[in-house]
């Protein structure tokens, strides 16, 4: 008897053992169909996906217009500026006040605060050596000259150039000396603290205007070398891979469930929206997902933003083709072939880069939505033209979102 | 009655001035996408098959967001180089109102009925035109490209 039951319940035992089993090899092969219908991509599509991820990134483009754009010590002295008060009217303010490296270099502000209150939102720093214009209206054609601009700005720094010089012959002579040469003399005789030609004061001007052609020059050259060191470090300022990019990597490996760790369903299907229905990739396109140019998106403003930048960047002195610059008339493609037509600008902004978008709000040229999903439904009723997007719907905006979540990553920058 | 006359004539001109102000119609025959592979040929007759144009793209893979040049090439119909055109260009995305955010021009006369364009720029993806403007032995034609970029 007891053998029977014995063999019996062995039976039962393999039986139940052998349907757990079924079942649980059922749900894996379950599962592993819904893997590859989540993260069904053609091979057309991966290619795209590929040029949207950092792994697709070129190297620094180079700046022909900055000779020390990749000097280490320029690197090191531009983030000493970046971070230092004392090139402000008031010793408050520095780049770093409005560009804070913990929140990805911004200030987390609708319209920046400087000395006073800027009518535009401080903009991001990531990858910004691989754009060709700067500010939202690019009326600034290099990194370096960008960064001379907050200096002189009333509501930015509030300071001049001619402080500028003081401030580096007083401070920073060696480190400035070993890279750029010997300092001119600089005193208050040849050089005037309050003289600028740039700060709109009629005073300053003037001031300037009655220094020695040669002292100006002077003055210029080594406010323009400050800006080529604050430009250095600033192009050093990188995305890292967020998990986006890894998601891509794991598709190209075709390892489908690691793929499935970095982005779940509706990021993924958000993504198809983003670069198919949504057409969200005609304009941030790319690995850092900007074109760089410049779209009036239907955005209700009086700011003309671009119509008006090209007439500025023409007419500044710190362009690729003025005397401060270190590059060849020819180099200077950009400007050289620039659109002039400023009747097509009106209202347009740069497009953004959206790396880490998600994590640094408010949105638009002046912080005009304080959160994702409002950009998100401005977009759904944008009439732009240059908005080719189809209707989309709700739960469609709620995934394109956390999309847009995954584009989040740490940043690099010397430290 | 001068007033009545004098009222009709004002309406007669507003009315006039209205059908003068180009309204901008989406729909107009000319926006219409093309889709034959036929339509994006890189060699073309001119609209009033006066010249043939075709050019080739450096790099050759036509890439958005990128400063490019690239090689126009002019014959006759049936063949003879075109060495002294002038030609003028522009570029266009019928469908969003707006051209290339540079403005490209020829900077150099190969003197073998091949011209330079530098300058050219493709800011977005989707459909673009490319028109170009030959002008030579005293006549005038004009040839379109269609590019759709990825
Ligand atoms: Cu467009």
Same mark, same amino acid.
């Given at each position: 008897m007891f053998p029977f039951r014995a063999f019996a319940f062995g039976i039962l035992l393999a039986a139940g053992v052998m349907l757990v089993m079924f079942c649980l090899s059922a749900e894996a092969a379950t599962a592993e169909k819904n893997l590859k219908e989540i993260h069904a991509w053609s091979g057309e599509e991966i290619s795209l996906l590929r040029s949207l991820s950092l792994f697709s990134l070129p190297a620094l483009p180079k700046d022909p217009s900055n000779a020390y754009a990749d000097n280490p010590r320029a690197i090191e002295l531009g983030k000493k500026f970046f971070f230092d008060k004392r090139f402000s009217a008031n010793g408050k303010v520095s780049c770093g006040t409005c560009h804070m490296p913990e929140v990805n270099f911004t200030d987390k502000l609708p319209l920046a605060m400087g000395m006073g209150q800027t009518t535009r939102r401080t903009m991001p720093l990531t990858g910004n050596a691989y754009n060709a214009w700067f500010f939202w209206d690019g009326r600034k054609d290099s990194l370096w000259s960008q960064a001379i601009g907050p200096i002189e700005s009333s509501v930015e720094h509030g300071f001049t150039r001619s402080m500028c010089a003081h401030l580096i012959a007083d401070k920073y002579k060696k480190e400035y000396e070993e890279i750029f040469g010997k300092l001119p003399r600089i005193n208050n005789k040849s050089c005037p603290p309050k003289a600028s030609p740039g700060t709109g004061n009629p005073a300053a001007l003037k001031a300037w205007n009655a220094m020695k052609p040669e002292d100006r020059d002077n003055v210029n050259r080594i406010y323009a070398n400050i800006g080529k060191a604050i430009a250095a470090f600033v192009a050093q300022i990188l995305p890292r891979p967020a998990p986006f990019d890894l998601y891509v990597d794991a598709l190209t490996k075709n390892d489908l469930e690691a793929a499935d760790k970095f982005m779940n369903r509706d &990021? $993924?299907?958000?993504? !198809?929206?983003?670069?198919?229905? @949504?057409?969200?990739?005609?304009?941030? *396109?790319? #690995?850092?997902?900007?074109?760089?140019?410049?779209?009036?998106?239907?955005?209700?403003?009086?700011?003309?933003? +671009? =119509?008006?930048?090209?007439?500025? $960047?023409? =007419?500044? /002195?710190?362009?690729?083709?003025?005397?401060?610059?270190? @590059?060849?008339?020819?180099?200077?493609?950009?400007?050289?072939?620039?659109?002039?037509? !400023? &009747?097509?600008?009106?209202? &347009?902004?740069?497009? #953004?880069?959206?790396?880490?978008?998600?994590?640094? #709000?408010?949105? *638009?040229? =002046?912080?005009?939505?304080?959160?994702?999903?409002?950009?998100?439904?401005?977009?759904? +009723?944008? @009439?732009?033209? /240059?908005?080719?997007?189809?209707?989309?719907?709700?739960?469609?905006?709620?995934?394109?979102? @956390?999309?847009?979540?995954t584009l989040t990553g740490p940043l690099s920058f010397p430290k | 009655m001068i007033r009545k006359i004098g009222v009709i004539l004002l309406g007669l001109v507003f009315l006039g001035s209205m059908a003068w102000t180009p309204v901008f119609d989406p729909v107009q025959a000319e926006v219409r996408k093309p889709t034959a592979d036929a339509d994006y040929a890189r060699t073309k007759l001119s609209k009033g098959g006066i010249f043939k144009a075709s050019y080739t793209s450096e790099p050759d893979a036509v890439p958005v967001n990128r400063l490019i040049s690239w090689k126009l090439k002019v014959e006759t119909p049936d063949g003879r180089a075109v060495k002294d055109a002038e030609i003028t260009l522009s570029g266009d995305m019928p469908e969003h109102g707006h051209g290339l955010p540079t403005q490209p021009r020829v900077t150099k006369n190969n003197n073998d009925g091949t011209y330079v364009v530098e300058g050219i720029k493709f800011s977005m993806t989707g459909w673009w035109t490319m028109t170009f403007t030959i002008k030579a032995n005293g006549k005038t034609d004009s040839v379109t490209f269609n590019l759709q970029l990825k």
């Amino acid at each position: 008897m007891f053998p029977f039951r014995a063999f019996a319940f062995g039976i039962l035992l393999a039986a139940g053992v052998m349907l757990v089993m079924f079942c649980l090899s059922a749900e894996a092969a379950t599962a592993e169909k819904n893997l590859k219908e989540i993260h069904a991509w053609s091979g057309e599509e991966i290619s795209l996906l590929r040029s949207l991820s950092l792994f697709s990134l070129p190297a620094l483009p180079k700046d022909p217009s900055n000779a020390y754009a990749d000097n280490p010590r320029a690197i090191e002295l531009g983030k000493k500026f970046f971070f230092d008060k004392r090139f402000s009217a008031n010793g408050k303010v520095s780049c770093g006040t409005c560009h804070m490296p913990e929140v990805n270099f911004t200030d987390k502000l609708p319209l920046a605060m400087g000395m006073g209150q800027t009518t535009r939102r401080t903009m991001p720093l990531t990858g910004n050596a691989y754009n060709a214009w700067f500010f939202w209206d690019g009326r600034k054609d290099s990194l370096w000259s960008q960064a001379i601009g907050p200096i002189e700005s009333s509501v930015e720094h509030g300071f001049t150039r001619s402080m500028c010089a003081h401030l580096i012959a007083d401070k920073y002579k060696k480190e400035y000396e070993e890279i750029f040469g010997k300092l001119p003399r600089i005193n208050n005789k040849s050089c005037p603290p309050k003289a600028s030609p740039g700060t709109g004061n009629p005073a300053a001007l003037k001031a300037w205007n009655a220094m020695k052609p040669e002292d100006r020059d002077n003055v210029n050259r080594i406010y323009a070398n400050i800006g080529k060191a604050i430009a250095a470090f600033v192009a050093q300022i990188l995305p890292r891979p967020a998990p986006f990019d890894l998601y891509v990597d794991a598709l190209t490996k075709n390892d489908l469930e690691a793929a499935d760790k970095f982005m779940n369903r509706d &990021a $993924v299907d958000g993504l !198809r929206l983003f670069t198919g229905k @949504a057409k969200c990739t005609s304009c941030h *396109m790319g #690995p850092l997902f900007t074109n760089s140019s410049f779209h009036n998106i239907g955005l209700a403003t009086t700011d003309k933003g +671009r =119509a008006e930048g090209i007439d500025k $960047v023409l =007419a500044d /002195e710190f362009n690729c083709l003025g005397i401060y610059s270190d @590059a060849k008339p020819d180099e200077c493609l950009e400007l050289r072939f620039i659109d002039t037509n !400023r &009747a097509k600008y009106v209202g &347009a902004f740069k497009t #953004p880069s959206l790396r880490n978008v998600a994590d640094r #709000p408010p949105y *638009m040229h =002046a912080g005009q939505f304080k959160t994702l999903s409002e950009v998100l439904v401005f977009y759904q +009723r944008s @009439a732009s033209r /240059e908005l080719e997007h189809n209707e989309l719907t709700n739960t469609e905006l709620l995934k394109i979102e @956390a999309f847009l979540k995954t584009l989040t990553g740490p940043l690099s920058f010397p430290k | 009655m001068i007033r009545k006359i004098g009222v009709i004539l004002l309406g007669l001109v507003f009315l006039g001035s209205m059908a003068w102000t180009p309204v901008f119609d989406p729909v107009q025959a000319e926006v219409r996408k093309p889709t034959a592979d036929a339509d994006y040929a890189r060699t073309k007759l001119s609209k009033g098959g006066i010249f043939k144009a075709s050019y080739t793209s450096e790099p050759d893979a036509v890439p958005v967001n990128r400063l490019i040049s690239w090689k126009l090439k002019v014959e006759t119909p049936d063949g003879r180089a075109v060495k002294d055109a002038e030609i003028t260009l522009s570029g266009d995305m019928p469908e969003h109102g707006h051209g290339l955010p540079t403005q490209p021009r020829v900077t150099k006369n190969n003197n073998d009925g091949t011209y330079v364009v530098e300058g050219i720029k493709f800011s977005m993806t989707g459909w673009w035109t490319m028109t170009f403007t030959i002008k030579a032995n005293g006549k005038t034609d004009s040839v379109t490209f269609n590019l759709q970029l990825k």
